[in-house]
């Protein structure tokens, strides 16, 4: 017997259950959960009333979705230089100084801002190299002239 594929190509029995279906288990607790679900809320409500701290719980992760991050507006003007990113980044801390930005958010911000000052050193450091190495052909190429 060959090992690898268990199945022949064309076998048509081997796929297996098609994509998003449920096997029967699954279906059954589905049908049995669906026929007795409004008496088992009333209960875990009823339960949550009573004070039980799990059921507490459970009703409140259902109720109310999960928290996610809130946008935070700030103004900055363009980040072209890096002074710009320096004046922004000073902002930044006075904002939270001033309670506008928890720390958290703050730091969020200052990492990106320290992206961008990354991203903008290393162009400002490759124009320079460029303009070194421009500088030096061009004195090679004179005192190769006048050799």
Known sequence: MKRGRPFEPGNSFGRGRPKGSRNRRTLEAQALFDEYKEPIIK?????ALEGDSRAIALCIER????????????????????KDIESATQLLVEDMGKGKLTPQEAGRVYGILADIRNYREAEEMESRIAALEQTVRTQTGDTAHHS
């Open 43 to 47: 209960k875990c409500i009823a339960k």
């Open 63 to 82: 109720i109310l979705p999960p928290l996610r991050d809130v946008a935070v507006r700030l103004r900055m003007k363009k980040l072209e230089k890096l």
